[in-house]
Nanobody, 127 residues
């Protein structure tokens, strides 16, 4: 079973950048559709970015497109989320998740698409 551990969260001012990392053990991430989800305080968890099996197909939510970039590092077996031009509304927990097989435009952002989740990493954007 694949195990996921997120890192890279922290506190940053609006307009700043962070790079989140999702490290996998037990299997290679190239075999999975891998996604990042955001859960703001008091709100539901929503998908922000996804990277398909083997890459390079990616999906992004409208709220982060052009600011966030998802990528895979096969040597380290990680999937990363580069977050630029951060906004206060980006505050919350960020979770990495994987789904066996392909993701599609109609399914990538659904919680039930994914069967393994990390514990999350906190991002705070505040002046």
């Amino acid at each position: 079973q694949v195990r996921l551990v997120e890192s890279g969260g922290g506190s940053v001012q609006p307009g700043g950048s962070l790079r989140l990392s999702c490290a996998a053990s037990g299997s290679t991430l190239r075999r999975y559709c891998t996604a990042w989800f955001h859960q703001a305080p008091g709100k539901e968890r929503v998908g922000v970015a996804s990277l398909n099996v083997g890459g390079p197909n990616t999906y992004y939510s409208d709220s982060v497109r052009g600011r966030f970039t998802i990528s895979r590092d096969n040597a380290d077996n990680t999937v990363n989320l580069q977050m630029n031009n951060l906004r206060p509304e980006d505050t919350g927990m960020y979770y990495c998740a994987v789904a066996p097989g392909w993701c599609y435009s109609t399914t990538w952002s659904r919680l039930d698409t994914y069967n393994r989740w990390g514990q999350g990493t906190q991002v705070t954007v505040s002046s």
